[in-house]
């Protein structure tokens, strides 16, 4: 019979072996909470190796992801489909076994983390996504969303802001079924952190409304038990947090309790050494039969699964609609109707003229959506009133327990990281919002979204120096064209409410990316079209206005609030007998993608004569005018005005653009 211990080392050893085998890795954290690991995993996490997915799992972030051995020494040992061998690739190319939990990569990673506290954060995420769906779903005698979120997490999560952010708004929320580790080693990279990082953690989680369990022995596993026990019985409706003093690297006699056990291997001679010390008598890799024996979670795993099947199974005799709506949710899935329903709405919204801002249009058109998509979760930065994220169905997550709107307060980096956990829950489609100049604050969570490639959808609005009087701090210059330069995000700035509705249209659909709607305070007109170029809208890019023959001598190329400008330089250069397009360009990167026939029909090569009308950053749009091309934008930070004043001022005027015109045919020709 194996002692609580040796079953600890097990993941100990694992970790050793797999760091020490690629010669890279942190090994000092694996050893140091593989004691709370083995008690959480063996005696509390509800899962089933043999299904990963299973909605009502338990669900396990490790936040501090530079410990990574951890969590692949317990999928390997509980049964999940990680192998010895994927242990030994451990960090290799095309691994099953990265070097930070990376999601789709491996089974039951629920998340992908390693830039500190944002694991934290989208366990947050799912968090508000339990506890919302289980109000929206469950029924007397029926939890059938009924789970705990657990995380572990270092020092440095709690170092980082965004613990700050999203552990203060957590408490708000009153999470009960979010229960936190924190390994307390007092141990970062650079050494002992109590030079800097001295916070009284417990008061400070306190203060946030949370339940705090401090000066456990996270390597007494009747410690760590008693915590687990306190936080799960508590009567008092709040997160908590288990604090947990532990050694970092326990058991290596000469490097435990220091720095250098971060982020090096232990090296041979000490990792003989800690075998000797932990009486760990077992060659690389090897797990005798017995520790697996104690370890493996298929059998029970099944048992549980086969009873929250039952419960599901008279679930849906019961409430048949109810079931088929969460599972078309949890899936994922568009309603049937979808498509048809929103191609009416789009066309029938063509044949209104009326002048909005693309914000208005935004809420105008997702209140219709929202009628269709009881998923749609949204949220904003303390910036509802201006964003026009709020609906008149949307309900206050912190006053209703089955609400759809979270106030993040001005939490722009928190509140994009608890999005991504919301998404990565399914059964939510999130939404979140502020200006376009402070997505520079929710700059790593943005890519930690397009890496996932989940559905996450951002709307910035104010989006240019067309916001005027709040000045160069909240004008966005170079924001629009940096977003751009990011893998796997769809990025859309449409002209009016069509376009608008097609974004949105397309970001619902993007269940493997994330989307960007980049929306006006100002109004714009609304441009008109047939049906036949509607359709294109979609493709990213198309021919708004063009010359009778379809033989162009100008190009005008436009985005967003710029597109009425390009559209009235065409009308005077067409009067003054000059052969013009216009194409509207919403989004670059769905243009980038569509085939090379239909993107040279747009930008025939022979045609040097491009302009590019956007206000914001000059450089990007190079790639589209060429070298020679001309760019009507910004270099420079604007100035607090009126925002015609500000167009003037940088020349986003018909006169100025028809005057680069001339010159550069006169130049060329």
């Given amino acids: 019979m194996p002692s609580r211990r040796n079953l600890a080392n097990a993941i100990r050893f694992l970790s050793i072996d797999a760091i020490e085998n690629s010669k890279s890795g942190h090994p000092g954290a694996p050893m140091g909470m593989a004691d709370i690991a083995e008690v959480l995993w063996r005696n509390y996490l509800n899962h089933n190796p043999n299904n990963p997915k299973w909605i009502n799992r338990d669900r396990f972030i490790l936040s501090n992801g530079h410990c990574v051995m951890l969590i692949y020494s317990l999928l390997h040992l509980t049964g999940y489909d990680l192998t010895i061998s994927d242990l030994k690739n451990f960090r290799k190319l095309h691994s099953k076994t990265p070097g930070h939990p990376e999601f789709r990569c491996t089974p039951n990673i629920e998340t992908s983390t390693g830039p500190l506290g944002q694991g934290l954060a989208n366990a947050v995420g799912i968090a508000i996504a339990e506890k919302t769906l289980a109000a929206q779903f469950n029924r007397l005698n029926y939890n059938i969303i009924n789970h705990y979120t657990y995380v572990f997490l270092g020092d440095g999560c709690l ?126 890799f090897e797990i005798p039969s017995y520790i697996y024996k104690k370890w493996n979670a298929k059998e029970i795993g099944n048992i549980k699964e086969f009873k929250w099947n039952y419960m599901f199974k008279n679930y849906c005799n019961k409430f048949p ?66 964003n026009l ?17 979270i106030y993040y307060g001005v939490r722009e980096f928190g509140m994009m990281a608890i999005a991504n956990g919301i998404s990565l829950y399914h059964g939510f489609i999130p939404y979140t919002a502020t200006f376009l100049v402070f997505s520079d604050y929710c700059r790593n969570a943005i890519r930690m979204a397009a890496l996932m490639k989940i559905r996450n959808i951002m709307i910035y609005t104010h989006d240019s120096i067309g916001l005027g009087e709040d ?115 919403p989004s670059t990167d769905t243009f980038d993608k569509q085939t090379k026939e239909y993107r040279n029909y747009l930008l025939p090569k022979h045609i040097k004569c491009r302009i590019a009308i956007e206000a914001g950053s000059k450089d990007f749009w190079y790639k589209y005018v060429g070298l020679d091309g001309i760019v009507i934008g910004m270099n420079t930070f604007g100035y607090s005005a009126p925002a015609n004043k500000l167009f003037q001022k940088f020349g986003f005027t018909v006169e100025n653009i028809i005057l680069k015109i001339k010159k550069f045919l006169k130049l060329y020709n």
């Fill in 159 to 284: 170092m980082e802001g965004i613990s700050h952010e999203v552990c203060s708004l957590a408490g708000t929320l009153k999470l009960k079924k979010l229960i936190v580790f924190y390994d307390n080693n007092g141990i970062s990279i650079d050494g002992n952190i109590k030079g800097w990082f001295n916070d009284d953690t417990k008061k400070r989680f306190e203060s946030y409304g949370w339940y705090v369990i401090s000066d456990i022995d996270g390597h007494d596993f009747r410690s760590i038990e008693k915590a687990i026990d306190k936080a799960k019985s508590s009567i008092e409706d709040k997160p908590s947090l288990l604090i947990c003093n532990t050694i970092i690297a326990f058991g290596s006699p000469n490097k435990s309790g220091k720095n250098i056990a971060h982020g090096s291997p232990l090296g041979k001679e000490e990792v003989l050494l800690t075998r000797k010390n932990l009486n760990w008598n077992y060659q690389p």
């Fill in 321 to 386: 609609i109810l079931a088929k709506e969460l599972k078309r949710r949890i899936n994922n899935f568009l309603p049937e109707d979808w498509n048809n329903k929103i191609n009416k709405f789009i066309y029938k919204l063509n044949n209104t003229n009326t002048n909005f801002s693309t914000r208005e249009s935004s809420q105008y058109i997702l209140q219709k959506y929202s009628k269709l998509l009881p998923e749609l979760l949204g949220g904003s930065a303390d910036l509802s009133s201006s």
């Fill in 389 to 405: 994220t709020i609906l008149k169905n949307s309900k206050p997550i912190n006053k209703f327990k089955n609400g759809n709107y």
């Fill in 471 to 585: 000045g160069p701090t909240h004008q966005p210059i170079e924001q629009l064209s940096s977003l751009r330069l990011i893998p796997n995000i769809s990025i859309w700035r449409p002209c009016d409410k069509i376009e608008t509705a097609i974004a949105w249209k397309i970001s619902i659909e993007n269940i493997n990316k994330p989307t960007i709607l980049v929306l006006s305070r100002q109004n714009l007109p609304t441009q008109k079209r047939n049906k036949k170029e509607i359709s294109y809208i979609s493709y990213g890019a198309y021919i708004l206005k063009d010359c009778l023959d379809k033989n162009p001598q100008i190009i005008l190329i436009a985005t967003g609030s710029e597109v009425p400008l390009a559209v009235e330089v065409y009308k005077k250069l067409s009067l003054l007998k000059y052969k013009t397009r216009v194409i509207s360009m």
